[in-house]
């Protein structure tokens, strides 16, 4: 096996493990960003969703935030792990492992540039929908503050369309720049 082959296999285990890492700590910064927006959001549905808390009992959360983190971890390290695996195996395809890893670094950094503009665009979609909209949430009807908990709910929901449109993207910029230089 010549260096070349060897390198590149290490970029693509280290983006299939790094991505994970990377995007577990990007959702322990939302979530606890958007805790501060909607706590309930977390205590009324996310615990209960990861199993961190049984709604059923009076338990309370003694450092909370904690818990915010987890579901952060939880709700996207296996993200990553789709977008390591699918930006690492892409770009094995070029030439030099310099061009691989500068082109998925590139990519990365699309994906999450993609991410942010999208969870903004969550964040602007749920601050600006109608507010005399009864929100209709079946998991519980306890829910006080509805239009804060709509907004995080819309800030999660965009954030995962990031994901999946900035994988495209990040995957369109890799499989681009290897055909245009085919090409010529």
Known sequence: MNNNVFIKILILVATIVLMPVITALYGVILDEITYTISYEYYTKFKFIQFELW????DAKFLYPRKYVAAVGILATWWVGLIIGT???CIACINKSYQVMFKKTYESVLIIFVVILIFGLVGLLVGC???PYVKYNYTFTSQIIHER???????INLYTYKGFVFGLFVGVYHQLRTFFSKQIK
């Open 128 to 130: 600006f929908a109608n």
């Open 86 to 88: 699918v930006l690492g």
């Open 148 to 154: 804060e908990f709509f907004i995080v709910g819309k």
């Open 54 to 57: 049984n709604y059923n009992t």
